[in-house]
């Protein structure tokens, strides 16, 4: 194999796509972790339609202009991201590779790009955050109903150097995912709920996903049950937390629990709501205070049927009204795809299953690939569309093409 020209990174020619990223993945998770990390609510309709809805769009190339000097490069956080894409908080990382959510943050910190560390992962927050280092990173939160938990966890992102939280909104239930039903997911030892760990009414060994143990149980062993309301009460979860028993809470609001999520986030973590999808809700969102918005519909695992999130973020955008910062996530497979939420009103992106993916396959240097492949593909996408700076990417940049094969300007 030929050494490659000065400044520019070796290919794998085993791995030229995300496709085939997805591809070496597949044979390389066990089955219950492919089914975990790909499945998406009931039919599954809403994961596809997150992907399908990019090539709804096209893009409008403009020639004749300098691109010899292209800048991918954003604001965020403070920190110049090299590309405007982030990697998305997933949870138990370590199910796709040993090294899990380290590996993810050794691979952000080699590209210069901000991580999401979900609740839920594997490795503990301050670990994640020794790994990344002075790399932005922010913590995806569900807010229990038994506020001293997270309150917790946000004390310990505070002390680690989290630049905010992503207040995850569309969990108020969870989502039906048929897959996870059928396999009875379980979280396999070694591996463990690792952010947990320290907060004694919590099993960090607990299958997670089912509200049991795995935890031999004796006399004083308090089993997790979720929270219910008796027609006069609310009685929240009890014992160890656990993904179903904890993370969904339908007690959330705007006007109580945003309000108390800023004051303990003051003032070392900014506060965003992740899982706006209209434009009523961004408008709420901004009343309220936020510091920004992501545009998620939980990567298609919850409500099957809801709006592709290319397709919510136009009238999102429309509401907030440059307010504050609209992020987007789901669906994203390529560079173009980037480009075209860019070009849609958004300031930034996230990644979720390519990083999974590129875990499974390689671990760090897996990972690497995966953020090598969308930077390489943004730059190419940015110049052969006639931009060097990622302001100038506007929806002049795009036409959208309807059910008839016609296009139309936006």
């Known amino acids: 194999m030929a050494a490659p020209a000065k400044g520019e990174q070796m290919h794998d020619l085993n791995c030229l796509t995300i496709k085939e990223l997805e591809q ?33 769009y096209r893009i409008r190339p403009r020639v004749l202009r300098d691109i010899s000097r292209i800048d991918t490069s954003v604001s965020i956080f403070g920190f110049r991201s090299s590309v405007p894409l982030g990697i998305a908080p997933t949870a138990m ?9 380290i590996a993810t943050a050794r691979a952000c910190k080699k590209a210069g790009m901000v991580m999401g560390l979900s609740s839920f992962a594997t490795s ?19 807010l229990f109903e038994e506020r001293e938990h997270s309150r917790k966890l946000i004390a310990r992102a505070k002390k680690a150097g989290y630049k905010a939280v992503f207040l995850t909104v569309d969990t108020p239930m969870l989502g039906r995912r048929n897959l996870e ?29 089912d ?7 004796d006399e004083h062993k308090t089993e997790s049950a979720p929270g219910y309301h008796d027609g006069e009460n609310r009685t929240p979860p009890r014992g160890p937390i656990t993904f179903h028993t904890h ?10 629990d945003i309000e108390w999520l800023k004051k303990e986030c ?60 609209v992020h987007v996530d789901g669906g994203i497979r390529h560079g173009t795809d980037v480009f075209k939420a860019l070009a849609l009103g958004a300031d930034f992106c996230w990644i979720g299953r390519p990083v999974l993916w590129g875990l499974a396959y390689k671990g760090q240097e897996g990972v ?9 593909e943004i730059k190419l996408c940015m110049g052969l569309a006639g931009t060097t700076k990622v302001e100038d990417i506007t929806k002049d940049y795009l036409v959208k093409v309807d059910r008839s094969g016609f296009v139309s300007r936006l």
């Open 24 to 56: 070496h993945a597949a044979v390389r998770m066990d089955k219950q972790t492919r089914d975990y990390y790909n499945e998406g609510a009931d039919s599954g309709s809403t994961l596809l339609e997150n992907i399908q809805a990019y090539a709804k």
């Open 93 to 101: 990382q370590c199910l796709a590779h040993p090294d899990g959510e």
């Open 124 to 142: 503990t927050l301050e670990d994640v955050a020794e790994a990344i280092g002075s790399t932005p990173h922010v913590l995806q939160l569900y």
């Open 181 to 209: 039903i059928r396999n009875q997911f379980k979280l396999p030892k070694p591996y463990k709920i690792a952010n947990f760990t320290e907060d004694p009414s919590s099993d960090a060994a607990a299958t997670v996903m």
């Open 211 to 217: 509200g049991s143990s795995s935890a031999k149980s």
């Open 247 to 256: 993370a969904a809470n339908p007690t959330l609001c705007w006007d109580r």
């Open 266 to 325: 003051a003032p070392e973590m900014q506060v965003w709501v992740k899982g706006i999808a209209t434009a009523e809700d961004a408008l709420l969102a901004v009343q309220h205070g936020v510091d920004g918005i992501v545009v998620s519909n939980h990567g298609g695992r919850q409500l099957n049927g809801a709006l592709a999130t290319l397709d919510a973020l136009p009238e999102v955008v429309a509401a907030v009204r440059g307010k504050i910062p």
């Open 368 to 376: 690497e690939l995966c953020l090598r492949l969308f930077s390489d």
